[in-house]
């Protein structure tokens, strides 16, 4: 849902597969989450699927995202 949100506002992300990236999986665990999905944006985060914090994106068009993916395919990390 997340992946789908982000493409429905025309952003450009990066998809980082955690299942494949064991420091991706370290990035994550040291911005504090235990779970996918993850966003960054600049040095802004989010987990979970937030509509709320990915309208707010909106503003950083231009902005290259930067998600990971757990093995579900799910969007996540950076």
């Not at 980082?16 to 989450?33: I, N, P």
């Not at 914090?53 to 290259?64: D, H, M, N, Q």
Request: glycine share 8%; hydrophobic share 40%.
């Amino acid at each position: 849902m997340t992946k789908r949100a982000i493409d429905d506002i025309g952003l450009p992300y990066v998809v980082v597969d955690l299942a494949a990236d064991e420091q991706a999986v370290e990035t994550v665990q040291q911005l504090g989450y235990t779970s996918a999905p993850v966003v960054t944006v600049s040095a802004a985060s989010l987990s979970g699927f937030r509509p709320d914090k990915i309208s707010a994106v909106t503003s950083a068009r231009g902005t290259e995202l930067r998600a990971a993916t757990d093995e579900l395919g799910g969007a996540s990390y950076e």
